[in-house]
């Protein structure tokens, strides 16, 4: 492309050198130019030809742009796919799987394998976002009842943040995520481990943390996977502990910054969708203890 650009520059830099260089004919006797008949339509040709050739070269352009987009879209040797939600504010991201038993979904954290192509099919569940993860990606708007695609490859393994790059509401500074790039292997051991749900809890504070989890709201919102908790409002909890963060990278993910979001929500991301917890001590500290054992 850049040479093409090259020679076009190149065809009219030379074009106003001739232009300039050449007779332009006489003065007449009103002291303006007289052109004679030959020149003027020669000119007329050079214009007319000028104009063919600039539209001819811009068809040329817009269809190899399509091809391009198309090629990019249906990219054919992709490692994997995976649907990525933007919800008021935090990122879903399930990894597709012919079989719907093995499909992952996970919040706010996506791990992938280093280089190999990955797909991103890009949905909203409420208003405009935008995924940018500004060292692998150019920025993709996610838009409402639309779903637009994006492929990337990520050459070095790291961890790189990304940030909802358009603006959704009250929390879009607070709409971070983790794109994950680990060796092949590595991925592929977190997958399936990521698509193995936990085992039930024995200790009898684990059980009751899980019995506070179904009787108190928190089962009306989230997933935790081989339990009765299987609703799809908020970000689906099976691995929690795997994740660096909570609340799409406001917090780091420990025990106490847990409890302090499970407590009021509402002080550390105003307007989010998680209401005030109405918990007794006892209970929270039992929640949390299970909640701690999601690794
Ligand atoms: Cu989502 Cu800004």
Known sequence: ????????????????????????????????????????????????????????????????????????AQHPNRALTIDLVGHQWWWEATYEDPDPSKRVTTANEIHIPVGQPVQFKLRSADVIHSFWVPTLNG????????????????????????????????????MALYIIAEPPARFAAWLAAASTDPKPPTDPTLRYGQQVFMSANCAVCHTIGGTQAMATVGPNLTHLKSRRTIAAGTLANNAANLTGWIVDPQAIKPGTLMPKSTLQPAELQALIAYLETLK
């Open 1 to 72: 492309m850049l040479g093409v650009g090259g020679v076009i520059w190149l065809i009219v830099i030379c074009a106003m050198i001739y232009a300039a260089r050449s007779p332009h004919g006489e003065p007449g006797e009103d002291g303006l130019l007289q052109v004679s008949d030959a020149t003027h339509h020669a000119m007329e040709r050079v214009v007319v030809g000028a104009g063919i050739v600039t539209v001819v070269v811009l068809l040329a352009f817009l269809s190899y742009d399509f091809a391009v987009g198309e090629a990019l």
């Open 139 to 174: 920025k993709r708007d996610l838009i409402p009842g639309y779903v637009s695609s994006q492929w990337f490859t990520a050459d070095t393994a790291g961890t790189y943040r990304g940030q909802c790059a358009e603006f959704c509401g009250l929390e879009h500074a607070k």
